[in-house]
């Protein structure tokens, strides 16, 4: 997609060779007309699939999945980062392992809000090592729900999670994928 491609270009901030800030328009900082842009995009990408419910992890997810839900018409439903042993049977739960901060946390997801009627299209704001993606599948599997296919504004292509869980059979379809970026020499995108 060009127009995120250019913006990452002109305002995304390489801090060292993992990790790429894009918080003054995707974030922290949100800009929603591109947002909408990002939305209709996924809309087009997944157009043929009979979507019922967008699914991301709070926080960064959720601007992106309510601007992508809005051209499905349909409900957005987030997964909560919850601290272990605080968790009842009211809920789906798995745990992630954080890419950003190196540690586990637990993720839950009301049973209210999930089942075995939906088709879910999951999204998210980054693809690295695939492991909050791996937390989501979990929890459509425990629910029932088949996962009608993965949306991701930035993919980090030299980290291994778009290809392992496009190698599990899903559907994934990446807005910008990243080869290489370096502080010096910027960002080498994916054509
Ligand atoms: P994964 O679970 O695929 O290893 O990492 C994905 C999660 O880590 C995303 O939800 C995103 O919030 C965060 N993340 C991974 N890489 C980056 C990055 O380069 N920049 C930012 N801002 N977040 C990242």
Redesign the pocket.
Same mark, same amino acid.
């Given at each position: 997609m060009k127009e995120l491609k250019d913006r990452i270009r002109k305002d995304g901030k390489v801090l060292n060779a993992?990790?790429? &800030?894009?918080?003054s328009f995707l !974030?922290h900082q949100i800009d929603v007309e591109l947002l909408d842009h990002i939305g209709m995009e996924f809309k087009k990408r997944f157009e043929n699939e009979k979507i019922t419910k967008v699914l991301t992890?709070e926080a +960064? @997810?959720i601007a992106i999945a309510c601007m992508t839900a809005r051209h499905f018409n349909v409900p957005v439903v987030f997964a909560k980062k919850a601290r272990s042993g605080n968790i009842g049977s009211s809920v789906y739960t798995s745990v992630?392992? +954080?890419?950003?901060y190196d540690r586990n946390y637990d993720i839950t997801l009301s049973r209210q809000y999930l089942s075995s009627d939906d088709k879910v299209l999951i999204v998210?704001?980054? =693809?690295? !090592? @695939? /492991?909050? =993606?791996l937390g989501m599948i979990d929890i459509c599997r425990q629910a029932g729900a088949e996962v009608g296919g993965i949306g991701i504004v930035?993919e &980090?292509g030299f /980290?291994d999670?778009g290809d392992m869980i496009r190698r599990q059979g899903y559907h994934v379809e990446s807005l910008a994928i990243v080869d290489a970026m370096d502080p010096e020499t910027g960002i080498q995108f994916r054509e």
């Amino acid at each position: 997609m060009k127009e995120l491609k250019d913006r990452i270009r002109k305002d995304g901030k390489v801090l060292n060779a993992d990790i790429l &800030k894009v918080d003054s328009f995707l !974030n922290h900082q949100i800009d929603v007309e591109l947002l909408d842009h990002i939305g209709m995009e996924f809309k087009k990408r997944f157009e043929n699939e009979k979507i019922t419910k967008v699914l991301t992890i709070e926080a +960064s @997810g959720i601007a992106i999945a309510c601007m992508t839900a809005r051209h499905f018409n349909v409900p957005v439903v987030f997964a909560k980062k919850a601290r272990s042993g605080n968790i009842g049977s009211s809920v789906y739960t798995s745990v992630v392992h +954080s890419f950003t901060y190196d540690r586990n946390y637990d993720i839950t997801l009301s049973r209210q809000y999930l089942s075995s009627d939906d088709k879910v299209l999951i999204v998210d704001d980054f =693809m690295a !090592n @695939g /492991q909050a =993606m791996l937390g989501m599948i979990d929890i459509c599997r425990q629910a029932g729900a088949e996962v009608g296919g993965i949306g991701i504004v930035i993919e &980090k292509g030299f /980290q291994d999670g778009g290809d392992m869980i496009r190698r599990q059979g899903y559907h994934v379809e990446s807005l910008a994928i990243v080869d290489a970026m370096d502080p010096e020499t910027g960002i080498q995108f994916r054509e």
